[in-house]
Nanobody, 116 residues
Framework: QVQLVESGGGLVQPGGSLRLSCAASGNIFSINYMGWYRQAPGKERELVATITNGGSTNYADSVKGRFTISGDNVKKTVYLQMNSLKPEDTAVYYC??????????WGQGTQVTVSS
């Protein structure tokens, strides 16, 4: 079992920045990679960014150049630095961990609202 706890969401004006954190606990040594997903009202959950144990990253086209995912591979904590935020970035952001056994674990989500 893996538990994930996100933090760092909130209300920010367009053009502003936020940093999300996700701390994993439990059987963290089974985690193969972690990532961030988001779900806006009325829309399906979508990939934002992922990072592997080796540090390889992947981003959705909509956030490339604005968001940066990073992680502490020992603590199994991942961060999402979000800059130049837009109203369309408003969503609940979820942390996900995938284990070597292909099991998916999700955090409870943190709300990000971009509005003036």
């Amino acid at each position: 079992q893996v538990q994930l706890v996100e933090s760092g969401g909130g209300l920010v004006q367009p053009g502003g920045s936020l940093r999300l954190s996700c701390a994993a606990s439990g059987n963290i040594f089974s985690i193969n990679y972690m990532g961030w997903y988001r779900q806006a009202p009325g829309k399906e959950r979508e990939l934002v960014a992922t990072i592997t144990n080796g540090g390889s990253t992947n981003y959705a086209d909509s956030v490339k150049g604005r968001f940066t995912i990073s992680g502490d591979n020992v603590k199994k904590t991942v961060y999402l630095q979000m800059n130049s935020l837009k109203p369309e970035d408003t969503a609940v952001y979820y942390c996900k961990a995938v284990t070597t056994y292909h099991l998916n674990y999700w955090g409870q989500g943190t709300q990000v609202t971009v509005s003036s």
